[in-house]
């Protein structure tokens, strides 16, 4: 989208899509940690930022592989659960960790989804199912939530998000002037 500006650090009201998604997250879940590409390291010391890993994974899957490693290496924890949240999504459900960990099978993934529509970046992932995505055929997040246990928990239209969808994701110029419309009419939520 921007060249000169990483998508997490567009602003959107008076605060970055980074932020805001944390702001979102942070009271859901016990800790942050951020997965990110180089470009976007030590952008905030408030928060653990955790760089892709790199190998046989691209995109958000090696975003929740990294994290995981970061977990099982930092917090000796060999059990745990791993939410997973975009930050171009800037009006998830501020509800969507308690909604996903109510559904989430004990061996497996519980992944967001609106109008039938999977939200595969949006999912509460326990550590045994991260174990077994080295099975998945592709290395996309779909494909790996396709090889372990899964449910898919479906959340319904939302007032503070464009069109109704609070999993609106903004990956074109006019997506970030949509967003950003919509906070000027209904707040900077």
């Given at each position: 989208m921007n060249a000169e500006r990483p998508k997490p650090l567009l602003a959107l009201g008076d605060r970055s899509l980074l932020v805001r998604a944390i702001e979102r997250l942070q009271p859901?879940?016990?800790e942050i940690v951020v997965s990110v590409a180089s470009s976007l390291e030590q952008v905030d010391p408030r928060w653990t930022f955790v760089a892709d890993a790199g190998g046989s994974?691209?995109?958000?899957?090696?975003?929740?592989?990294?994290?995981?490693?970061?977990?099982?290496?930092?917090?000796?924890?060999?059990?745990?659960?791993?939410?997973?949240?975009?930050?171009?999504?800037?009006?998830?459900?501020?509800?969507?960790v308690a909604s996903l960990s109510a559904r989430v099978p004990p061996d497996g993934v519980a992944v967001a989804s609106h109008r039938t529509n999977w939200i595969p970046t949006f999912a509460l992932w326990t550590s045994e199912a991260i174990a077994q995505i080295d099975d998945a055929p592709e290395r996309s997040l779909r494909s790996a939530i396709g090889v372990v246990p899964h449910v898919v928990v479906d959340f319904p239209?939302?007032?503070?998000?464009?069109?109704?969808?609070?999993?609106?994701?903004i990956n074109t110029p006019s997506d970030i002037e949509r967003a950003r419309h919509h906070v000027a009419v209904y707040g900077n939520r």
């Open positions: 859901q879940v016990d994974f691209h995109g958000p899957l090696n975003g929740v592989v990294s994290t995981a490693r970061h977990v099982e290496a930092t917090k000796g924890l060999s059990s745990f659960l791993l939410m997973t949240a975009a930050a171009d999504t800037p009006f998830f459900p501020r509800d969507v239209d939302m007032d503070d998000a464009p069109d109704g969808d609070p999993f609106f994701n």
